[in-house]
């Protein structure tokens, strides 16, 4: 396994001397290489994954001891190197004393060669890997909880409710809802909490978070929730790092079994962080074409910061209405994501327990929709079942064989029945099971050709409708009448292609232009499906209305 390596020196021979040496290792990667203190910590936000850190005693001015300091309090399991300038035995055992009171594992000395150091980082490197491993072990072995990123693809898409919403769906009693928002955060307004405390407080102790921080800054909210509120005073949140929120979300993993963070729709370090380091990312849009370019442009940003893949987010439909022109298929289209689930609009119950606190009280349709669906996307995915399968007995089969009742029953199958005077009877269950076996193979037989014959029918159903709808989209495209108001047979003709290129092969030619008709407002098709009776189709008919396209 690779180690990355950060080297911290101005010296450009140090700096040669050791890339050169990295060069010519298998086991050691130079990461990056800054001069200074702030360049350490710098890179070390950029590159969690740096095992190894190397510190020149001359950076920073000859506080190089004191930048070894910093590196670890902030990051306690990373090994560290310190360059010295000491020649001989007693210079270096003098150095090895200085450099372990700053936390520093190993010393080289600038002018020592490839085997030496290789020999002393691998030591280093070897403590570092067993101590991630060993609070790995711990933590997995105790609680490990789901942290779940919730974002808006532009304001007023209902992210900061729809946190609230998922987080009272989630693990009751053991769930912590989390306001990142640090500008505009509105948690505690939705929750009728009146707080002192905010999440910037922990911003102090970034890399010693621990459960009794969170426990004294969170608050109780009805449902069985603790809410980890935004600042009241919004200029606040400058004070926030990227280190604390990393910092925050590891011990929210630690200590709840669902976290929910509201990350709001713009973005800084802190929530650039919180979106990187969450277990999923849900973005909240709304069926209109703003918030959908909205969802698009922010899904390009994450990919180009590489804070996160828009195959590793989930997309979040709110306030869907039957009246709506843009359709799901449409907004996958647009965003060019799958929708994970859609949310309908609450109406003016929804709007009313929004505005006097009570949406942990007042259940409306969205909040069914949420407990449902929503639930569903947050929770973890259950281990998929190992594939393939054993042609032995199955478990319960083992327990019945391997008891005596199940052994004698075993016997006893084999052999046949025997009158008094020993002569062979047969069993008179057997001439009965002769006759109904054929029954059972021919009942079965029908019940798989009808199901054969279910799926297509069905599948010659979602044809026909995939097909409507393409008609429907070229109609709203193109228009209907002329100048004159009369149907214009030039879209008719285009219409009745569309649709059969949009048909599956073995469909189109049956499809002739009466099963394709093209009205104003709609587009009707029907699609004949094949049969397992010589001579007898089923038909298949969809409609798909028109919408105006500009």
Same mark, same amino acid.
């Given at each position: 396994?690779?180690?990355?390596?950060?080297?911290?020196? %101005?010296?450009?021979?140090?700096?040669?001397?050791?890339?050169?040496?990295? =060069?010519?290792?298998?086991?050691?990667?130079?990461?990056?290489?800054?001069?200074?203190?702030?360049?350490?910590?710098?890179?070390?936000?950029?590159? %969690?994954?740096?095992?190894?850190?190397?510190?020149?005693?001359?950076?920073?001015?000859?506080?190089?001891?004191?930048?070894?300091?910093?590196?670890?309090?902030?990051?306690?399991?990373?090994?560290?190197?310190?360059?010295?300038?000491?020649?001989?035995?007693?210079?270096?055992?003098?150095?090895?004393?200085? @450099?372990?009171?700053?936390? =520093? *594992?190993?010393?080289? @000395?600038?002018?020592?060669?490839?085997?030496?150091?290789?020999?002393?980082?691998?030591?280093?490197?070897?403590?570092?890997?067993?101590?991630?491993?060993?609070?790995?072990?711990?933590?997995?072995?105790?609680?490990?909880?789901?942290?779940?990123?919730?974002?808006?693809?532009?304001?007023?898409?209902?992210?900061?409710?729809?946190?609230?919403?998922? @987080?009272?769906?989630? &693990?009751?009693?053991?769930?912590?809802?989390?306001?990142?928002? +640090?500008?505009?955060?509105?948690?505690? =307004?939705?929750?009728?909490?009146?707080?002192? &405390?905010?999440?910037?407080?922990?911003?102090?102790?970034?890399?010693?978070?621990?459960?009794?921080? +969170?426990?004294?800054?969170?608050?109780?909210?009805?449902?069985?929730?603790?809410?980890?509120?935004?600042?009241?005073?919004?200029?606040?949140?400058?004070?926030?790092?990227?280190?604390?929120?990393?910092?925050?979300?590891?011990?929210?993993?630690?200590?709840?079994?669902?976290?929910?963070?509201?990350?709001?729709?713009?973005?800084?370090?802190?929530? /650039?962080?919180?979106?990187?380091?969450?277990?999923?990312? +849900?973005?909240?849009?709304? %069926?209109?074409?703003?918030?959908?370019?909205?969802?698009?442009?922010?899904?390009?940003?994450?990919?180009?910061?590489?804070?996160?893949?828009?195959?590793?987010?989930?997309?979040?439909?709110?306030?869907?209405?039957?009246?709506?022109?843009?359709?799901?298929?449409?907004?996958?289209?647009?965003?060019?994501?799958?929708?994970?689930?859609?949310?309908?609009?609450?109406?003016?119950?929804?709007?009313?327990?929004?505005?006097?606190?009570?949406?942990?009280?007042?259940?409306?349709?969205?909040?069914?929709?949420?407990?449902?669906?929503?639930?569903?996307?947050?929770?973890?995915? /259950?281990?998929?079942?190992?594939?393939?399968?054993?042609?032995?007995?199955?478990?319960?089969?083992?327990?019945?064989?391997?008891?005596?009742?199940?052994?004698?029953?075993?016997?006893?199958?084999?052999?046949?029945?025997?009158?008094?005077?020993? $002569?062979?009877?047969?069993?008179?269950?057997?001439?009965?099971?002769?006759?109904?076996? %054929?029954?059972?193979?021919?009942?079965?037989?029908?019940?798989?050709?009808?199901?054969?014959?279910?799926?297509?029918?069905?599948?010659?159903?979602?044809? =026909?409708?995939?097909?409507?709808?393409?008609?429907?989209?070229?109609?709203?495209?193109?228009?209907?009448?002329?100048?004159?108001?009369?149907?214009?047979?030039?879209?008719?003709?285009?219409? *009745?292609?569309?649709?059969?290129? $949009?048909?599956?092969?073995?469909?189109?030619?049956?499809?002739?232009?009466?099963?394709?008709?093209?009205?104003?407002?709609?587009?009707?098709?029907?699609?004949?499906?094949?049969?397992? +009776?010589?001579?007898?189709?089923?038909?298949?008919?969809?409609?798909?209305?028109?919408?105006?396209?500009?």
């Amino acid at each position: 396994m690779m180690t990355k390596v950060l080297l911290a020196t %101005p010296s450009h021979e140090v700096r040669d001397h050791l890339g050169h040496v990295f =060069a010519e290792s298998d086991g050691f990667e130079l990461a990056a290489a800054v001069s200074d203190g702030a360049g350490v910590l710098t890179a070390l936000d950029r590159q %969690p994954d740096i095992g190894i850190v190397v510190v020149d005693e001359a950076a920073d001015d000859g506080r190089g001891h004191a930048v070894a300091r910093s590196v670890g309090l902030a990051t306690p399991l990373t090994g560290i190197v310190m360059v010295v300038d000491a020649h001989g035995p007693a210079e270096m055992s003098r150095a090895m004393a200085a @450099a372990m009171e700053v936390g =520093a *594992r190993s010393v080289i @000395a600038r002018n020592a060669g490839l085997e030496e150091v290789l020999t002393r980082l691998e030591a280093v490197a070897s403590w570092s890997a067993m101590a991630r491993a060993s609070i790995a072990a711990e933590r997995n072995g105790g609680r490990g909880g789901q942290v779940v990123a919730i974002a808006g693809a532009k304001g007023g898409v209902g992210t900061s409710v729809l946190a609230l919403l998922l @987080a009272r769906a989630g &693990r009751s009693g053991d769930t912590t809802l989390v306001d990142l928002d +640090l500008g505009a955060g509105d948690l505690t =307004a939705y929750t009728g909490v009146r707080t002192r &405390r905010s999440i910037v407080d922990l911003a102090a102790v970034e890399g010693d978070v621990t459960g009794r921080m +969170l426990r004294e800054t969170t608050y109780e909210v009805q449902g069985g929730l603790r809410l980890l509120p935004a600042p009241s005073e919004g200029e606040r949140g400058e004070e926030m790092t990227s280190a604390a929120t990393r910092s925050i979300v590891s011990a929210l993993r630690f200590e709840s079994g669902l976290a929910v963070i509201d990350v709001g729709t713009h973005l800084d370090e802190p929530r /650039a962080t919180a979106l990187e380091f969450a277990d999923r990312v +849900l973005l909240v849009t709304t %069926p209109d074409l703003p918030a959908l370019r909205s969802a698009r442009r922010t899904l390009a940003q994450w990919d180009r910061l590489a804070i996160r893949r828009p195959a590793a987010v989930e997309l979040v439909l709110n306030r869907r209405t039957p009246r709506d022109e843009v359709t799901p298929a449409l907004v996958e289209r647009i965003v060019e994501r799958p929708v994970a689930f859609t949310v309908p609009d609450g109406g003016p119950a929804f709007s009313g327990a929004v505005n006097t606190a009570t949406l942990l009280e007042t259940p409306t349709a969205v909040h069914t929709a949420v407990a449902k669906a929503g639930a569903a996307a947050i929770r973890p995915e /259950a281990t998929p079942a190992q594939e393939g399968g054993s042609d032995g007995p199955t478990e319960v089969e083992k327990l019945v064989t391997g008891s005596p009742r199940g052994q004698g029953r075993r016997k006893g199958a084999g052999r046949k029945r025997t009158g008094r005077a020993g $002569r062979a009877v047969a069993d008179p269950e057997a001439g009965q099971s002769t006759v109904e076996l %054929p029954v059972v193979i021919l009942v079965t037989l029908m019940v798989v050709l009808l199901c054969v014959q279910g799926i297509g029918w069905a599948s010659g159903l979602l044809a =026909a409708r995939a097909a409507a709808q393409e008609g429907a989209r070229t109609v709203g495209v193109l228009g209907y009448y002329d100048a004159v108001g009369a149907p214009r047979d030039e879209v008719l003709e285009q219409v *009745r292609e569309d649709v059969r290129d $949009r048909l599956p092969d073995s469909m189109r030619e049956a499809v002739g232009d009466s099963d394709i008709e093209v009205l104003p407002d709609a587009v009707n098709v029907r699609v004949t499906v094949s049969t397992i +009776l010589p001579g007898v189709d089923l038909s298949a008919s969809s409609s798909a209305a028109v919408y105006r396209e500009s």
